[in-house]
């Protein structure tokens, strides 16, 4: 199993009203838009122009932009690895 180091967990850092992060990982910052809650659980990952929409159950990219294949499959492992925290978040914000 890799270990991803760098890991900051802001569990929906409350500062962050309309795009509430989830936690800082590799550089890459996982979070969520306050506006989806209708959908099925989902991270959005961001690294400088780069952006990316995972759904959580099962583990699985929705979208992307500017990410190549090798970066994605990088991601995908953090999601995966930090899947339950994010879930857990997610239910938090949108009471669900």
């Known amino acids: 199993m890799t270990v991803i180091p760098e890991v900051k967990r802001c569990v929906v850092c409350p500062s962050e ?18 506006n989806e809650g209708s959908e099925p659980p989902h991270v959005h990952v961001e690294r400088a122009s780069a952006t990316a929409k995972f759904w959580l159950r099962p ?19 953090i999601v995966n690895i930090h ?11 949108f009471n669900r």
Request: glycine content about 2%.
């Open 83 to 93: 899947r339950r925290v994010i879930e857990e978040a997610w239910h938090e914000y």
């Open 59 to 77: 583990v699985e990219l929705a979208s992307r932009s500017a990410f190549d294949d090798r970066e994605l499959r990088r991601i995908e492992r």
């Open 17 to 34: 009203v309309s795009m509430p992060t989830v936690m800082w990982v590799r550089g890459y910052r996982l979070f969520f838009y306050s």
